[in-house]
Each structure stands twice: as structure tokens, then as C-alpha cells.
């Protein structure tokens, strides 16, 4: 026999390292990079209210689904699919898909995750920092445009968490987002403080939390959704490969409510760290995509002891960061290595070699290949678009009609109550309704809308 077959499969050992590590999977660039940018560009509160509502119904929902079923099987993605699909249906194509989903987001994400990783290093020097964006848009410009930078730090961040991957599921993932994930919430409470306790902090709250309902259209519902996919890590196999780790006595609705509230906690953190020092600096908001590498190190130069803090934001991007490209990175290793009986090393080796490839088309796209434009879009556009719009929201489409129509009532309430050993008969209900009716549809209704926008 098969002495893979014989060794236990490895999978979380505690409570606290489900959390966190599922905690660090959720948190990460799309809290302190996508999350404020989003905010920032499409009208502040209102655009939360929309991701609120579409966290809770559709995101939250996905989520319990995708980690269920990843422990009814304990396998990668594919397998658990295969294994829980009636007959010959093709579902398992639903497992390829986050599959490809997962490897298409780690080509970009590695490359913004090197720019943050970069940033710590160029701000250890004080003449790098300036309150003038004109001065650090020269910084980021440089670097991106740079073909040796750009590729040179999505390397390291790609061995880096190769590295971690390596060493296997409780003695690599779990105990490093364990050391990782208390660091980001000092950070975060400490830099976001600072922020509150500038002079005109208050105009960035209001931002934050008083809506404006005019500025609400169909391609703000598509951001609103995608976003909250983005940031429970939906859509990609990633929490359907984590719930295959996950313990038998473990909670699983609690567990996926308290990671959906301790995500949503970071980001509106990181809204408060960022938006009331924007504000009472006189910067714009809704700068994008910029605003993490442009506005945010100006904004943090113009205030008492900024060096210090610049470096702090940055080390809680990079630390964030590292707990979201472990989960990504584990989906496509756990599949080489099941699927094609690979030791994990070999796994995660070709793993990170495909990556590295591939990567340097994202790396480079503002470069060498700045004049190739693959469906109007940068590379790095292409696969951000790729995976946020299409190929999260459809995949977490199927995953909620395959857990509610066809997997079915039964096993979700057995699956959930843990065989019957927890009173949570209540809660089951209310997932499996809003699964059931609607999850899908606000879905379908968001995704038509925003990518026909006009029909
Ligand atoms: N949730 C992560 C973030 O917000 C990104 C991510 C997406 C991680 C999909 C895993 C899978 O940064």
C-alpha cells in the first residue's frame, strides 16, 4: 500500500490556529490596499453599507459552504468535488476553477505584496520620505517601471512563502499566522491612533460612516461584491481547502462569523489609520489604487514621528499580506500533491516555479510589456479582472447552488451541527434559506448588472 495512504494527513491542531490561519487568509492587501481604495474612489460610506449587506448574505454563506464541504472530505479542492457530486455530474470543475482562481490571484497579489515589502526597505532611509505625492509617485513610478525591482521583490516574497508552505500545514502555516496575526492588530491599533488624534481626523470619519446614496450605480454593486469575495478568500478553493484542515469538533458557523467579524474590524481599522490623516492633510481620497503607494507614505510624512509610522503601516501590509498569499499558495500545492502523489516539497517547488513565470507578466507590466494589452487591459489589470469579477463571484455562485440544490439539506445540517453535537439547529436554517434563495441570486443579479452595465 501506499505509505501516503497510511500517514495521517496533516490539518490545524488547535482552535486558535484555525482561526488565525483562516483569520490570515481573509486579512490581507484587500484589507489595507483594495478595501480603502474602493472605499475611497466610490463615495466612502455608502459603498461599506453595499459590502456589508453583500458580506453577510452572499459572502458569509460561501464561506460556511466552502469550509463545510472541505471538511466532509479532507482533500484539495478537486477531489472534495468529485468525491461529493452525485453521479457523473461535472462539479468538480467548481474545484478547478478556484483552483486556477487561486494561482491566477498569487501571479498578481505577489507583485503588490513586493511593493509593500519594498517600501519598508526604502523607507529605513529618511531622504526616501516625503510629504509631497509628486516626490513619492517618482518613488513607486521608478520602481514599478523597473523590470529588475518589480521581479527581484515578487521573488523573494514568492520563496518567502514557499518557504513557510514547505514545512507543512501545522508546522509551517499554522504556526507561523499563530506569531503573524497578534502582530497586525498592535500595529493596526497603534497606526490607526495616530491617525484619530490628528487635528481634522474628523472629516475622514464622516467619510467613513455618513453614505451618499447618489453615488451608488451597477459597477459599484459589482466592486461591493467582488470585494467581499476578495476579502473572505471565496471563490478559490482557499477556504474549501482550509476546511479540509479543519478539526472535527470545530464550529463551523461560529468560527466563519467570528473571521467575517474580525476581518471587517481590520478593515475599517485600516480605513481609520488611512482616511482621517488623508483628510487632515488635504489629500484626495479617491486617489485608487495609488493610495497605499502614493498619498499614504506622503500622508504619513507630514505628521510628528511619520518615518516611524510610515515603516510600522508597512510591516502590517506585509504581515497581512504573507497570512493571505500562504492560503492562496496552499490551494494549488495541496492539489499537485494529492493529485499527482507529489511529496510537498516537489509540490510546492513547481508550484512557485509556474508562479514565478507566470508572475512575471504581472511583474513586468508596467515595463518590458507595458506595450502588450491583452483585451484592453495591462497583464496585471487582466488578472486582477480576471479573478475578482469573473472567476471568484461565479465560482462562489456554483459553490452555493451546489451546497444548497444538490448536496442538499441533510448533510449541511449534519455537516454543521457537527453529526448532531451541537444546538445550533436555528442558525442552519437561516444559512441554508439565504444559500438556498438568496445568495444566488443576488449574485447572478450583481454580476449580469455590472458586466452589461448598460443592457
Ligand atoms: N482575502 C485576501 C485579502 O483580502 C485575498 C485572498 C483572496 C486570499 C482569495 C485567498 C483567496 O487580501
Redesign the pocket.
Known amino acids: 500500500m501506499n505509505s501516503n495512504k497510511i500517514k495521517k494527513r496533516d490539518g490545524f491542531r488547535t482552535n486558535l490556529g484555525i482561526i488565525a490561519a483562516t483569520l490570515g487568509?481573509?486579512?490581507?492587501?484587500?484589507?489595507i490596499w483594495k478595501f480603502p481604495s474602493l472605499t475611497g474612489s466610490n463615495g466612502g460610506a455608502s459603498f461599506i453599507m453595499i459590502y456589508l449587506v453583500s458580506t453577510l448574505l452572499v459572502g458569509l454563506p460561501i464561506m460556511i459552504s466552502e469550509i463545510m464541504m472541505g471538511r466532509r472530505v479532507k482533500a484539495n479542492a478537486v477531489t472534495t468535488m468529485q468525491t461529493l457530486s452525485p453521479g457523473r455530474q461535472p462539479w468538480w470543475l467548481v474545484g478547478v476553477a478556484g483552483t486556477l482562481a487561486?494561482f491566477l490571484?498569487m501571479v498578481f497579489y505577489t507583485e503588490v505584496a513586493g511593493w509593500v515589502y519594498a517600501y519598508i526597505f526604502k523607507f529605513f532611509s529618511a531622504s526616501a520620505l516625503s510629504n509631497n505625492p509628486a516626490v513619492t509617485s517618482g518613488l513607486f513610478l521608478d520602481m514599478i517601471k523597473d523590470p529588475v525591482q518589480a521581479l527581484a521583490w515578487q521573488w523573494i516574497v514568492l520563496l518567502l512563502v514557499g518557504f513557510i508552505i514547505v514545512s507543512g500545514v501545522s508546522n509551517g502555516i499554522e504556526k507561523w499566522v499563530k506569531k503573524l496575526m497578534p502582530i497586525l492588530f498592535v500595529l493596526l491599533i497603534f497606526v490607526s491612533i495616530r491617525s484619530l488624534t490628528l487635528p481634522g481626523a474628523m472629516k475622514g470619519l464622516s467619510f467613513l460612516f455618513k453614505p451618499d446614496l447618489s453615488k451608488i450605480t451597477g459597477i459599484t454593486l459589482l466592486a461591493a461584491m467582488g470585494l467581499s469575495f476578495?476579502?473572505?478568500?471565496l471563490g478559490?478553493a482557499?477556504m474549501m481547502t482550509y476546511g479540509s484542515y479543519f478539526r472535527d469538533d470545530q464550529n463551523i458557523p461560529k468560527t466563519a462569523f467570528k473571521v467575517m467579524l474580525a476581518d471587517l474590524t481590520v478593515s475599517m481599522l485600516a480605513g481609520m489609520a488611512i482616511f482621517p490623516a488623508v483628510f487632515a492633510f488635504g489629500f484626495e481620497a479617491s486617489a485608487g489604487p495609488a493610495l497605499l503607494f502614493i498619498t499614504i507614505p506622503a500622508v504619513f510624512a507630514s505628521m510628528p514621528m511619520g518615518h516611524v509610522f510610515v515603516i510600522l503601516f508597512f510591516v502590517l501590509a506585509a504581515v497581512a499580506a504573507t497570512g493571505?498569499m500562504v492560503?492562496?499558495l496552499e490551494v494549488p500545492v495541496a492539489f499537485f500533491s494529492e493529485q499527482f502523489k507529489l511529496s510537498r516539497e516537489k509540490a510546492t517547488f513547481i508550484t512557485v516555479l509556474a508562479l514565478m513565470i507566470m508572475g512575471s507578466t504581472a511583474a513586468l507590466s508596467e515595463s518590458l510589456l507595458s506595450g502588450v494589452k491583452p483585451f484592453g487591459m495591462s497583464f496585471f489589470d487582466l488578472y486582477d479582472f480576471l479573478t475578482s469579477n469573473l472567476l471568484m463571484p461565479i465560482g462562489g455562485l456554483c459553490t452555493a447552488i451546489f451546497a444548497a440544490w444538490v448536496w442538499g439539506f441533510p448533510e449541511i445540517k449534519k455537516e454543521l451541527s457537527n453529526q448532531g453535537a451541537l444546538g445550533n439547529q436555528f442558525y442552519i436554517k437561516a444559512i441554508y434559506t439565504i444559500l438556498k434563495w438568496i445568495t444566488p441570486i443576488l449574485v447572478v443579479i450583481i454580476l449580469a448588472n455590472g458586466l452589461w452595465p448598460k443592457g
Open positions: 487568509s481573509a486579512v490581507g492587501l484587500g484589507n487561486s490571484i476578495f476579502k473572505l478568500s478559490a482557499t493571505a492560503s492562496l
